[in-house]
């Protein structure tokens, strides 16, 4: 099972990115996911999260408003447009996935509720 991450890029401030979470090796139309970021010296923070069905989403204060999560259960892929970016949003980005499957409107903060992760992907803002 892999969770291959990519978009990631410099940009800048002001500027919009579109992360994708490629998923192989099982299928994830039945499960939660979620992006996280990381800078350097710092815990993972969690960004966005997204039910089974695409329906139901949560956001971070420091990006609602800014990014968007989404998914194509067809494509087994997970995204995250990220627009109005800051230098503040400069991090490596990783997308997880629960393992068990989950009801519709169920999404998860917490990063020990995920199970599968990506590599991470840079994403860097200028300002």
């Known amino acids: 099972v892999q969770l291959q991450a990519s978009g990631g890029g410099l940009v800048q401030a002001g500027g919009s990115l579109r992360l994708s979470c490629a998923a192989s090796?099982?299928?994830?139309?039945?499960?939660?996911m979620g992006w996280f970021r990381q800078v350097p010296g710092k815990e993972r923070e969690f960004a966005a999260a997204i039910d089974w069905s695409g329906r139901s989403t949560t956001y971070a204060d420091s990006v609602k408003g800014r990014f968007t999560i989404s998914r194509d259960n067809a494509k087994n892929t997970l995204y995250l447009q990220m627009d109005d970016l800051k230098p503040e949003d400069t991090a490596v980005y990783y997308c997880a996935a629960k393992d068990r499957t989950s009801l519709s409107g169920s999404v998860y903060q917490g990063e020990w509720n995920y199970d599968y992760w990506g590599q991470g992907t840079q994403v860097t803002v200028s300002s």
């Open positions: 090796g099982r299928t994830f139309s039945r499960n939660a």
